[in-house]
């Protein structure tokens, strides 16, 4: 077995999933062959690994694309809060839509070791740094953010709003945007909740800087945000109200 020397040792949960039997157990060798991987589960099928991400075990999938039924990328599609996925396929014409869906990395077949060992280093720092940005404590002020095939380490009191695109999210600065590769749901479960309030399903808000709030506008460092009237009052009543009384 391969071991990295890196301590305490995390071990990454992989699903293999793949219609062609050779090609699953090809995969699985090469997990048992690197420390901080462990196989829980081998499928022939997208709609039989549906079973064991709903249970919430997978941290990584070694995902297939090309499969009956539902495809690789339709499957990953259709989550709505992925485990980290490496795609395998005999064909290339796929990794643009794969990176879109923000995958670790594509790996073409026949693969060999040495690349397969490339994507799963890459895949342990990616699951350490989502493992250290939930451990963080309602005093920390920074945060690392998914972007590109890394992250990187911001301070969330300069926020200002959080704008939910559908493959991305936009983190609004005083004076600049950053596009990140993350959901909004798990932003927004990284996030103090006493900080942060969703005022629209595509926006997040940083209550520290709201300007002020006007029937269904909020105003933000002069930018416009709609909010609906049942979370205008929810916002007045839970948060705002509170933090007044709290001074």
Known sequence: MLNTGQQPKQVIKCLVIDDEPLARNGIVDFIEKIDFLEVIGTCASALEAGEYIQKGEVDLMFLDINMPYLSGLEFLDALDRPPLAILTTAYSEHALEGYRLQIVDYLLKPITFQRFYQAALKAQQLYLMTIASKQQTPAD?????????????????????IEGMQNYV??????????????????????????????????????????????????????????????????????????????
Do not use: C
């Open 170 to 247: 936009k983190l609004h600065f005083k004076n600049q945007v950053l596009v990140i590769h993350q959901t909004m749901i798990s932003l927004e479960e990284t996030l103090p909740k006493e900080n942060f309030f969703r005022i629209h399903k595509s926006f997040l808000v940083n209550i520290a800087h709201i300007d002020s709030i006007a029937g269904g506008r909020m105003f933000i460092n002069g930018q416009q945000l709609p909010i609906s009237r049942t979370r205008r009052e929810l916002l007045l009543k839970e948060v705002v109200y509170k933090n007044l009384l709290s001074r």
């Open 141 to 161: 002020t920074f945060l690392y953010v998914r972007q590109e095939d890394g992250f990187q380490k911001i301070s969330w009191v300069d926020i200002l709003y």
